[in-house]
């Protein structure tokens, strides 16, 4: 049984002023074991009060606790950076690389949510309610770098995130899926602040958004595979290949990404729509087991699933388990693969800041974090 740290740690946040900064730092604020130390952003707002330079976007009010912080550069030499257990990114692409390997550099645990470094072979690219045992590979990557403490994590792609735990839990209970189709729907607040441009996408979908079917399509092969028997690097799915194709579109829709997904498994005759149901239902993972204590963020239930015909549903769903878990239904035969079904999850709780934070206490419980 593992229990939650004695003491607190000390964490920090970069692009702390940004869409998935101000996430961490709703959920950070109420952390029983995490303690928010440095707030970080661009030279644009270092050395202002968070409470004076952030467009606060969220519908719950700025924690007290952080108003009255002073934003530093996101920096190994900022004040306070060097003492934290834990740093967590919202930072964009543009910038994150250069910053997070400095501070991997420096020794410092680094969360990412940007696609730097989701593709490096010695990085685990974890969504915690599918493969937490990638982890892992962190040992391979300090001695590769020689380093006795740093290491980079990443998250998924948002909408990856959305489709892959529910593909996890066919692959749990019927093995290898063969082929996946899947076409997203995605809130705007997935492309940050400011973002799309409001005469860009009222009344209007927008059927392209850069990249993001590619990511999709490799991030599922490597976060649904395994770990190499090394454990010095990951094996893509190599037994089963997975065929994936994917198109992704923005819509007006402020928060939550929907995805509608068909799946052959490798198993035929395939599993009934009613087997499939079942499987669902009953999904659980580690970040689950390891219990409240060590792991407050969890879910408790990863999926939820919906009997309703017109469910799951953006503005009705995306608060369910409080942004933590995937909603998936309107499960049914295809008539060309084996079953078809609805996915929905919040982008940036569980498409970002939720997912570091818990990739941060299953890493804490496996002692990855001191
Ligand atoms: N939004 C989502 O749903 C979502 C989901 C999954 C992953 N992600 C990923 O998460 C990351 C952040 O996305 P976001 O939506 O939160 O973006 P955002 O709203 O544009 O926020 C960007 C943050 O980065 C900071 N920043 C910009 N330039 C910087 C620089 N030169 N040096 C240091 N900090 C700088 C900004 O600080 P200032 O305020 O000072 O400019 C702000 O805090 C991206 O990599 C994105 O792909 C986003």
């Not at 995805?259 to 009953?282: D, G, I, L």
Request: hydrophobic share 40%.
């Amino acid at each position: 049984m593992v229990s939650a740290p004695q003491n607190k740690i000390k964490v920090g946040v970069l692009g702390a002023t940004g869409t998935v900064g101000q996430r961490f730092i709703e959920l950070l604020a109420p952390h029983p074991y995490f303690e928010l130390h440095v707030l970080a952003a661009s030279s644009r707002s270092a050395g202002q009060e968070y409470a004076k330079i952030v467009k606060w976007k969220l519908n719950t009010p700025i924690p007290e606790k952080v108003k009255k912080m002073v934003v530093q550069e996101c920096s190994k030499d900022a004040p306070g950076m060097k003492d934290c257990g834990v740093v967590f990114s919202g930072l964009d692409h543009d910038v994150a690389g250069d910053i997070e390997a400095s501070l991997r550099q420096a020794e410092l645990v680094v969360f990412s949510n940007a696609k730097n470094y989701r593709r490096d072979p010695i990085v685990p690219l974890v969504v915690p309610l599918v493969n937490p045992s990638h982890f892992s590979v962190i040992e391979h990557q300090r001695a590769s770098l020689g380093l006795q403490k740093g290491y980079i994590v990443c998250n998924a792609n948002c909408s990856t995130t959305g489709v892959v735990v529910a593909l996890k839990a066919l692959e749990d209970r019927f093995g290898p899926l063969e082929t996946i189709m899947c076409t997203t729907m995605q809130a705007i607040s997935g492309a940050g602040y400011p973002g799309v441009s409001s005469l860009d996408i009222l009344d209007n979908v927008v059927p392209h958004i850069g990249g993001e079917e590619e990511k999709i399509e490799w991030e599922t092969a490597k976060i649904l595979g395994g770990v190499n028997e090394d454990q010095k690097g990951f094996d893509y799915h190599a037994s089963h290949p997975l065929k994936i194709s994917a198109n992704c579109n923005r819509v007006p829709v402020i928060d939550g990404h929907l995805a509608c997904v068909s799946v052959k498994f490798s198993k035929q005759p395939a599993p009934s729509v009613e087997e499939v149901q079942k499987a669902f239902r009953e999904f659980t993972c580690e970040a689950q087991t390891l219990g409240k204590d060590v792991c407050p963020s969890a879910p408790e239930r990863a999926i939820v699933y919906h009997d309703a015909p017109d469910r799951p549903q953006p503005r009705l769903d995306r608060d369910l388990e409080n942004g933590a878990c995937v909603s998936v239904g309107r499960l049914r035969e295809c008539n060309v693969l084996d079953v078809k079904f609805v996915t929905l999850l919040d982008n940036v709780r569980l498409g970002a800041a939720t997912s570091s934070v818990i990739n941060a206490e299953i890493a804490v419980a496996k002692g990855l974090i001191v």
